[in-house]
């Protein structure tokens, strides 16, 4: 049987970087084969090389045993390979099926749209899918997750016999994930070959036939997934050992209460929640997405208005308006799309961090002292780890790890006593993760109160001194670590006000 | 799966928004609320003459408003209207008057310049990846002083072509209707609109157009040939400032090669009072002929009201920040 792609000897250097050096891959029809490795090894991109968004600096690529070398993502289709890229690609100002369809759009004559076909293949697609949605629903109305749903359906919408899928799950919530998976399954017995990249190393387990491994742009080595034990995968990524266990939680049921929240409402997203961190505490919050933990966070961080409930720092009511007036109570934020709302990413790492607290670095004369702020961020860059050839570098060309840690310095920088962290660990390898986990202990230790919002099951888990759980806006049990298990986390991350309707319904 | 309800009920929601019925809504109830105020104000502001006046006054302003519709879409700019429509009204004077050429040859060339002027904005724009606004004032620049060198800064007058007045002051429909002689140019500027709004919600061009101002990245990534698409889109764009330029030379049975200068930005702003997004991906031509409509008619009932013309450009400026002041907070309360 001929590999469907065969690539060996890929060579890519980018100015200043040698991304890939000597790397070989190769894809069977119906497997899946993932594609491991830490953020900059190489992984997106060699997948880039092979759907023709990069061309090659050297090596040779085979589709069915024939020279290949697509010069652009339409020569790739036509040669059956189909991306679903990480960071998503919808444009938002458009429907569903439009978005589907971009480019392949069903005509008419004289370059007229047939809309009522587009929007019947797409709803064909999302039929296979099991995807309930109407093909004509804005994308900007829609999830991330469901967003994500629609960027499968555009993928699969060439028919590809290669799709890569790039962090496909980063955003899904586990019912979605195994409707993903189901999905996956029928493209293999189709004969359609997967190439899978994942940060979720339980997902491979679960689907991935084969495992290539990937470290700072070189090969390392491919596996069967079945008999390779997941430590063994780890240990191949990162180079050496890394310990998964979470350490004994400290009992910090006798300190203060920092931050209080009673009663929180607003609309329908956030329902009546109340829940407190005392410091030193780790709380996680939990739930499907739209879940209301993100809203719950906005409202406590005054980037969004409530309509009832208080919020108490410190056994002190205050009243909180804005990020600032938050910022000014010492709460702080970190929101879960760092590129968007965390960080400047063409500027300096050191721009960056002083950019937090800048009236610090000013003089009288209104001129910024380029000196200190350099003390400041060298002093971040060592006590976190900042990984980063100086504070000079631009923060884009930190790992997403790294890029982390430089959000986490500036609010430390503005001395925040309560920290909620919005995912922060979504795109992240496994290596960095476990760092930003230590940080987040540390922190907890110098006592300050924090708020994890994870939709990773095992992070709420290994993090948390107490598990919080939300659904459809309301809180639905508070969880202490000990004897807490992934099942009672779904119990109550399901436990709907109506469920008890809907089974009586479907009964019927 | 117990999720599914909520989000059915989000993009019930999200299509009533993501419509832009607001958006239309808002420019429409401000022209009503305009046309309602003047009326009581002065009585003869509601005169058929008088709205036929506006009309007119509507009809080029509009016209080069629906091609400055299209390229703002796509998340350009172009600049180069005005003065790209004088220039084109002074090819055609060239061809009808000063060689002598029948009347469907000089059409045939305003509106084959403007395509041509709108080809190599797109092409700067697209291939050689000059920023919209940068390109298009160079060709602003460049057109004026063109306009003024061919035509030796004297204005073509069209006594030679009968019937060329009649594009913009004839009218068809009167011909039909006595009683609402609505002149072609009005006529032209309703049939350039139709056109335009079909193109962009039932052609892969107009498609092309939305997508590019969403996100261009991502379609280009989807295998389209976005550059190709997007000279499409400022070609077309130029095509019908040439028809711009008809109108107005018609109106003035003459081509005048000064002028021009600032119209783009009146062209801008009924674009924007339409609700059309600058940054891109979001607008309606019907927006737009409500924008040039308000704009028109404001200028048009101070007039009568007398208000100094000075005033009524103040006036104008405020009514721009306000409108997308009003957008903005609609937008805020709907996410």
């Not at chain 1, 491919?222 to 400290?250: F, H, N």
């Not at chain 2, 002083?145 to 009968?162: A, C, E, K, M, Q």
């Amino acid at each position: 049987m001929t590999n469907l792609v065969e690539m060996r000897g890929i060579e890519k250097r980018f100015p200043g970087v040698h991304a890939l050096k000597n790397v070989q891959f190769d894809l069977r029809p119906g497997e899946v084969h993932a594609l491991m490795g830490e953020n900059g090894a190489g992984k997106s991109t060699l997948m880039k090389i092979m759907s023709g968004i990069y061309a090659r600096d050297g090596g040779d690529m085979f589709v069915d045993g024939k020279p290949a070398a697509p010069d652009g993502p339409r020569a790739a289709q036509n040669l059956g390979i189909g991306i679903i890229h990480q960071e998503l690609s919808l444009m938002n100002d458009l429907t569903a099926a439009q978005n589907v369809l971009i480019g392949r759009e069903p005509r008419r004559r004289f370059g007229r749209l047939d809309e009522p076909a587009l929007n019947a293949k797409t709803a064909e697609i999302f039929t296979s899918l099991n995807l309930a949605m109407d093909p004509r629903t804005m994308v900007s109305t829609q999830t991330i997750a469901r967003q994500q749903l629609i960027e499968i359906a555009k993928a699969l919408s060439y028919e590809p016999r290669v799709l890569i899928m790039d962090e496909p799950t980063a955003a899904l919530n586990d019912a979605e994930i195994r409707e993903l998976f189901r999905v996956i399954e029928k493209l293999k017995s189709e004969g359609v070959g997967i190439v899978y990249i994942s940060h979720r190393m339980d997902e491979i387990k679960r689907i991935a036939d084969r495992v290539t491994i990937l470290r700072d742009g070189a090969y390392i080595d491919t596996l069967q997934a079945a008999d390779t034990p997941l430590s063994k995968i780890i240990q191949l990524m990162v180079g050496r050992e890394v310990t998964q266990t979470a350490p004994d939680i400290p009992d910090t049921s006798d300190n203060a209460v920092a931050l209080e929240v009673r009663g929180l409402s607003r609309g329908k997203d956030v329902r009546d929640v109340s829940f407190n961190v005392r410091k030193g505490e780790i709380l996680g919050l939990s739930g499907l997405m739209g879940a209301g933990r993100t809203e719950v966070a906005r409202i406590i961080f005054g980037a969004d208005p409530h309509d009832t409930g208080e919020i108490l720092v410190s056994g002190q009511p205050v009243d909180i308006r804005s990020p600032q007036m938050a910022v000014q109570a010492g709460i702080g934020y970190l929101s879960e799309d760092r590129k968007h709302f965390g960080l400047a990413v063409d500027m300096t790492v050191r721009a960056n961090i002083a950019m937090a607290d800048l009236t610090q670095f000013t003089s009288r004369t209104g001129v910024l002292d380029e000196a200190a702020m350099k003390r400041t961020a060298d002093q971040y860059i060592n006590q976190l780890g900042i990984r980063t050839p100086s504070d000079t570098q631009e923060v884009r060309l930190l790992s997403g790890g790294n890029q982390q840690k430089v959000v986490i310095a500036k609010w430390l920088l503005r001395d925040c006593d309560v920290l909620i962290f919005d995912e922060p660990t979504r795109g992240i390898d496994v290596g960095a993760k476990s760092e930003i986990y230590a940080l987040l202990e540390e922190l907890a230790a110098q006592g300050r109160a924090i708020i994890v919002i994870s939709s990773e099951l095992p992070e709420i888990l290994r993090l948390s001194h107490r598990i919080a759980v939300m659904c459809e806006g309301r809180l639905t049990g508070i969880l202490p670590r000990e004897g807490a298990t992934q099942e009672e986390i779904m119990k109550l991350a399901t436990q709907t006000e109506n469920l008890a309707d809907k089974t009586k319904e479907t009964t019927q | 799966m117990t999720a599914i309800p909520n989000v059915n009920k989000q993009s019930a929601l999200g299509k009533l928004f993501a419509g832009g019925a607001f958006q239309k809504i808002l420019a429409f109830a401000s022209l009503i609320i305009l046309l309602i105020g003047f009326s009581l104000a002065s009585p003869n502001f509601m005169q058929t003459s008088n709205m036929i006046a506006i009309l007119q006054a509507t009809s080029v302003n509009g016209v080069l408003a629906i091609a400055a519709t299209l390229v703002i879409i796509t998340g350009g700019i172009d600049l180069s209207v005005g003065t790209l429509m004088t220039f084109t009204a002074v090819m055609t004077g060239v061809v009808l008057t000063n060689l002598g050429m029948p009347l469907p040859i000089g059409v045939v060339t305003g509106i084959a310049t403007g395509a041509f002027c709108g080809f190599i904005s797109g092409t700067l724009v697209a291939k050689m990846k000059i920023p919209p606004f940068i390109a298009t004032l160079g060709m602003m620049l460049i057109l004026k002083g063109l306009s003024l060198v061919i035509s030796g800064t004297r204005p073509i007058y069209f006594n030679d072509t009968p019937g060329f007045d009649l594009i913009s002051r004839g009218s068809l429909i009167g011909e039909v209707f006595p009683a609402v002689p609505i002149p072609n140019g009005v006529l032209i500027l309703f049939l350039v609109a139709a056109a335009a709004s079909y193109i962009l919600s039932r052609t892969v061009l107009g498609r092309y157009c939305f997508a590019l101002g969403s996100n261009e990245e991502a379609v280009r990534l989807s295998g389209v040939n976005t550059d190709n698409w997007k000279i499409a889109i400022y070609t077309l764009a130029g095509a019908i400032v040439g028809v711009a330029g008809l109108i107005i030379a018609s109106r003035l049975n003459s081509a005048q090669p000064a002028l021009g200068l600032g119209y783009e930005l009146e062209a801008i702003a009924a674009v924007v009072i339409g609700g059309t997004s600058l940054s891109g991906g979001r607008g309606t031509i019907l927006g737009t002929l409500i924008g040039a409509l308000i704009m028109a008619v404001l200028l048009n009932g101070l007039r009568i009201l007398s208000v100094a013309q000075e005033w009524q450009t103040v006036v104008t400026g405020a009514i721009i920040i306000l409108a997308v002041y009003a957008d903005n907070v609609r937008r805020r309360k709907g996410n």
